[in-house]
């Protein structure tokens, strides 16, 4: 198999890190060669956060070059346009409706863009929804990543029992269930 490529970008405390051991546990689970690596991560709340997922049959390095990501998962718009450009023509981006403005936006020093997802739509695959609010109406906003996991699931070649079995072994144990329900909220997306 050809190695493909996954980018989760987001920002401190998104759950990026629970979300590459997810896509990092289901490539396992199938056999590949699995290479991670958190790249630009600042522990706190509000700093970037980029995390490579590269499998296939035998992947040399973790990290993906420009032009060459299969699938770019964004949980936040401004990351998905500061990140867009690593997506292949054919790729898919999905992203998580959801503005959390950067320092230099909080501080002044910059303006927030406006229409980013309408921008980023007419040159890329974008699949677009507020996963936010989805984890609300299942009562738990914190799912909100596994839910986007969900709607990634569709566009990568693994079975929906083997996403359910890998999130049951990789979450903590008191959230399997609702996390379960996240993913299926967002598999059906």
Wanted: glycine share 10%; aromatic share 8%; charged share 25%.
């Amino acid at each position: 198999m050809e190695t493909k490529s996954i980018m989760i970008v987001g920002v401190g405390g998104q759950g990026t890190l629970l979300t590459s051991r997810i896509l990092g546990g289901i490539t396992t689970h199938a056999g590949y060669d699995v290479k991670l690596s958190e790249v630009h991560g600042m522990a706190q709340r509000g700093g970037s956060v980029v995390t490579f997922v590269r499998y296939g049959d035998k992947v040399n390095e973790p990290i993906v070059e420009e032009g060459c990501a299969d699938v770019l998962i964004a949980f936040e718009r401004l990351e998905a346009l500061r990140y867009a450009h690593f997506l292949k023509p054919d790729g898919v981006l999905i992203v998580n409706d959801q503005r959390i403005d950067p320092m230099t936006v909080v501080t002044g020093a910059a303006e927030y863009p406006e229409g980013i997802i309408e921008d980023l739509s007419k040159k890329y695959k974008v699949i677009s929804l507020d996963a936010m609010e989805e984890a609300k109406k299942l009562g738990n906003s914190r799912v909100f990543n596994t839910i986007i996991v969900g709607v990634a699931a569709k566009h990568m070649d693994f079975a929906k029992e083997d996403w359910l079995e890998v999130i049951e072994k990789t979450v903590p144990p008191k959230t399997i269930e609702i996390n379960k329900k996240a993913f299926e909220a967002g598999f059906v997306f």
